[in-house]
């Protein structure tokens, strides 16, 4: 009879015991890929906010800017000339697909009796809902610049901390180059609410023209690139100097070097995932182990007497694998079907969750399931269990024959 024919018989034998082992191990496979689903949510969730929400995939600056721009900052923009020839050349980059310039300034606001310092940030109008996806909490998310008078979007915190409202109209200051204090005034045409405490009590919103008024400075600061798949994005930020050459020299960062929230988190629920799954597998290594002790202690008579036989040792212990090979088999298919369905379920329903910390919005999380990582979770319980047949392969190997067949006879 074929041996590993024999080995899904043997499975069968007690079939209480091989449900339960099963039932752990397929447990076991659900329950980590529901959960590695649950995390890949997050990260998800917190890629695309910095990416759509802050940074774009890639930041292009001058050459030197990323040293240097605290000290002096003007010196470090592009003028209107080379931004539009640098936003031309990366735009007939083929995985490009939007390029729009910011600049930034620490502002001065005061609105009656109340001030605050704040962060103001000049965007490119018709881009402001391209590269930005907040919780718009009043007003409108859009913004104008008349020459004479401009409209802003203020973070949540910060209109609170002033207590404005859509339509008011708030007085900005700054030191421009040469230290030279300029003022506006704009209509605050809407309250956002990104979800990052440190970004919604400082940040504003205008148009970059009117930054550029308070700067005293033509051009821009930074220029954003959005990307249509953001796996490429350190393929892109690689051809980027050969693509804009015959401009001013640059440099880059990619939305990961830019987001450090986005960094902490991975760390802290990468070594979180990684945990759960050690601690999983051994249950289901232990589970494994356990089952397999219990077929050889109710079968050392048979053992005993297939060696006796003429079967080797070896042939012995490659059998008890195949049984093993058997329920790994099995778990994993299993498991990828109960988790598949879990992981739609959960998604389907959503798990109301708290805001992170440093964040202001609480999110409903669901699963995000990928076939690769289905596959990683039911390969790594098929190898788990094909490990744990390593046990009684050395037991058999220090089998007493004649023993074994004098216990049985008693």
């Known amino acids: 009879m074929n041996s590993t024919y024999l080995a899904l018989l043997n499975i069968g034998r007690n079939r209480r015991r091989s449900v339960l082992i099963l039932l752990i191990m397929t447990i076991g496979t659900t329950g980590l890929i529901v959960n590695n689903g649950l995390i890949t949510f997050i990260f998800n969730g917190l890629r695309d906010d910095a990416i759509y929400g802050r940074y774009g995939h890639l930041q292009v600056y001058r050459q030197g800017y990323t040293l240097n721009h605290r000290q002096a900052p003007f010196d470090y923009w592009f003028s209107d000339a080379e931004y539009s020839g640098l936003q031309a050349r990366i735009q007939r980059m083929a995985q490009v697909k939007a390029v729009t310039a910011e600049a930034t300034l620490p502002v ?11 962060l103001a940030y000049g965007v490119v109008p018709a881009d402001l809902d391209l590269l930005t996806a907040p919780r718009i909490v009043a007003g409108r998310n859009q913004i104008r610049d008349s020459g004479t008078f401009a409209d802003a979007v203020i973070g949540h915190g910060l209109a609170q901390r002033l207590q404005l409202q859509p339509g008011d109209v708030l007085t900005i200051t700054a030191s421009g180059r040469n230290h030279a204090f300029n003022g506006l005034d704009v209509r605050v045409s809407g309250v956002f609410e990104e979800g990052f405490r440190e970004y919604d009590d400082w940040i504003l919103k205008l148009p970059l023209s009117a930054l550029q008024r308070l700067a005293g400075q033509s051009g821009v600061e930074k220029i954003l690139v ?51 799954e050690w601690i999983i597998q051994v249950l289901v290594f232990f589970a494994m182990v356990t089952g397999l002790a219990m077929m050889f202690t109710e079968r050392q008579h048979e053992m005993a007497t297939l060696i006796a036989m003429g079967m080797t040792r070896v042939q012995l212990a490659l059998l008890f694998a195949r049984e093993s090979a058997w329920f790994g088999l099995a778990a994993s298919g299993l498991g990828a079907l109960f988790g598949t369905i879990a992981g739609m379920l959960v998604s389907w329903v959503g798990i109301n969750m708290p805001p ?11 699963v995000d399931l990928s076939a690769m990582d289905i596959g990683h979770y039911c390969l790594l319980t098929l190898v788990v269990t094909c490990l744990a047949a390593i046990v009684p392969a050395l037991w058999i190997w220090r089998l007493n024959v004649a023993a074994a067949l004098r216990q049985e006879r008693s």
């Open 356 to 366: 992170p910390p440093g964040s202001t919005r609480p999110f409903v999380a669901r």
């Open 226 to 276: 959005l990307l249509r798949d953001t796996s490429q994005t350190e393929a892109v930020r690689a051809a980027m100097p050969a693509a804009v050459q015959g401009g001013p020299a640059i440099e880059t960062a990619s939305w990961r070097d830019l987001a450090e929230f986005y960094r902490q988190v991975l760390a802290m629920f990468g070594k979180e995932l990684k945990v759960i």
């Open 108 to 118: 001065f606001l005061s609105w009656g009796d109340r001030s605050a310092a704040a």
